[in-house]
């Protein structure tokens, strides 16, 4: 059983604005506006990037306050790279921002050396 996480007071307030961010977009858009965001994939326009910036930013900010360790970049895009598994794309379609404690469907690839979902 994973141990049961208490958020410190960093990760609550990256983890508000992220929040923040994700409902000022329609609810239909959302999932694709985070996956872009996490995904990191380079060759974004000028303008693609002033809108996904603040959503990476506080993506960033929250995984700093909750892994206290820089967000694995290349490690996301090797895991989020096309064609994603078909949980994993009905997982993030259905992201809602108040529910962070829920377990998504998304599973390691270990080639991308990210951790499996227990250690999330």
Known sequence: ???QHTPAQGEINSR???TRLLLAIPPGRRGAALL???SF???DTL????????IRAAFAEFWEARFDQ???VEELRCLLE???PITTGLGIQQVHPDATDRRNQVR???ACGLPPNEAL
């Open 1 to 3: 059983m994973t141990p």
């Open 16 to 18: 508000s604005e992220l």
């Open 36 to 38: 872009w965001a996490v």
């Open 41 to 43: 994939r380079p060759g």
């Open 47 to 54: 303008d693609q990037l002033f809108a996904v910036g603040p």
């Open 70 to 72: 820089r967000v694995p």
């Open 82 to 84: 096309p064609p994603l």
């Open 108 to 110: 390691s690839r270990p």
